[in-house]
């Protein structure tokens, strides 16, 4: 599938790998291939985040990203469903933090003496890719590019997709900036 992706796409890729590994996280995971969109600044999904105002705002993506990794990876819908049945996921995350220290629930293994190597693309990012080739194919494209990436990431449910949404960004806004509107969510 990656020989299928442009020069933007890899870049996305692996501008992802470099984010988990600054951010200590074991895997890749949908959160740091839209950091490494942001980040990049180039290319048809870059530019479709720029033109939805993303890039001025790309500190309360960050934001936003952090606080529902300091959640265990919990998005806000599902904390909010949680706490429909009495549980406050911020008050565990608060307990947790005051026994183990900020971050405990992350699942960042930063200073825990985990050893270097290869990182590893957890289940949420290879959905992401994968959907990124399907929305590719749908669209009769002959190879994937970060637009791809982008659209995958808003069409599906998680902490990418509801932080994306919260900014204004969600697969009709940017199939509007790419192609003009017309189109339909791919399953």
């Known amino acids: ?83 429909g049945l009495g549980i406050d996921v911020s008050e565990i995350v608060s307990r947790v933090e005051e026994a183990h220290g900020v971050g405990a629930m992350s699942g960042d293994r930063k200073d825990r003496g985990w050893w270097g190597g290869h990182r590893s693309f957890g289940p949420d990012a290879k959905d992401v890719l994968v959907k990124s080739l399907r929305v590719a ?12 990436i982008l659209l995958a990431l808003t069409s599906r449910p998680g902490v990418a997709a509801e932080v994306l949404a919260d900014h204004g960004v969600t697969y009709e806004s940017v199939t509007r900036v790419l192609y003009g509107g017309g189109e339909t969510r791919t399953g």
């Open 137 to 148: 194919v749908a669209r009769r494209d002959r190879s994937i590019g970060d637009e791809h």
């Open 1 to 83: 599938m990656f020989e299928r992706f442009t020069e933007d796409a890899r870049s996305v890729v692996k501008g992802a790998v470099e984010q988990c590994e600054r951010s200590g996280a074991q895997t890749v995971d949908a959160e740091h291939l839209l950091l490494a969109l942001m980040e990049r600044g180039a290319g048809k999904g870059a530019f479709a985040l720029a033109a939805l105002g993303l890039a001025e705002r790309a500190e309360s993506v960050a934001g936003a990203l952090e606080e529902a990794r300091r959640r265990a990876g919990l998005s806000q819908a599902e904390t909010d469903a949680l706490a």
